[in-house]
Every structure is written in C-alpha cells, then in structure tokens.
C-alpha cells in the first residue's frame, strides 16, 4: 500500500445550535465535523456517497473516536482538516483536525464498511474502488 496521504480542509464557524447552555460546542458535534470535512474530501477526489451508491454500496461508520484538546465556542470559525488513511482491507479510514486558527482542538478517526445492496458486509475491495485508488496513486 502506498504511503500517499490524500488530504482536504474545509472551514466551518460554529453555530449556536451546536452549542450547551455555556456556549461551548457540545461533544457530539465534533462527529458532525467530522462528517462535513469526509463529504468534502469525497467529492474533492472524485469518490462521493453518491458515487458509492451509483455502485449498489452503502458505506456505514463502524468505528468512530475523537479526542478533545480544546473547546470551540459559539462564533468560532476552525477548519476541518481530513485525510485518507489507505490499507489494504475494503474499508474507509479517515483521520481527522480540527483546528482554531493554528491551535490544535480535536482529532479523530472514523472506519467505515462495504455493504451491498443485500446490506450485507463486502470482505472484498469493490472494483469501483479499487480503480479509484488507482487513479489516486494509492496502489
């Protein structure tokens, strides 16, 4: 597997929905993020949800984890830095910063899964996918 990192940032301001009674973003929200800077990596590099759903497949999360270093606030605007992490296995990867000016706020991780249009789990990596991570220099 090839050591290339695929990498997007996207920048966001908290809003005040997303806040406790402190106006300090509550925890659950940093998964949001994480989710607004994944969809923004796909479509930058051309492997969209749409795109895995064209191919019959859903990609469910399995495994999420977010570590906070700092809080953000009501108003902040932070970036959402988001990387590929290629393995060989048929699954999705991503890591994840989020960062308030330079300062370092969260990281987190996210592993997502192939089902098929029977919802059941793909041990194999889709050709679709494999092509993409050819096109990418990945393999």
């Not at 089902?115 to 059941?120: A, F, G, K, V």
């Amino acid at each position: 597997m090839s050591s290339k990192i695929l990498k997007s940032r996207i920048q966001l301001k908290v809003r005040f929905s997303e806040c406790d009674p402190l106006q300090i973003v509550w925890h659950g929200n940093y998964l949001k993020y994480f989710e607004e800077g994944r969809e923004d990596f796909c479509i930058q590099h051309g492997i969209s949800y749409l795109d895995m759903k064209k191919h019959a497949y859903a990609t469910p999360i399995v495994k999420s984890n977010c570590e906070h270093k700092s809080p953000l606030e009501y108003g902040d605007t932070f970036e959402v830095e988001t990387s590929f992490q290629p393995v060989d296995a048929a699954k999705l990867v991503f890591t994840y910063k989020i960062f308030k000016k330079a300062k370092l706020v969260c990281v987190g991780e996210t592993t997502q899964v192939f089902l098929n249009e029977s919802r059941e789990l793909v041990l194999i990596n889709p050709p679709f996918f494999l092509d993409w991570k050819k096109k990418m220099g990945l393999i």
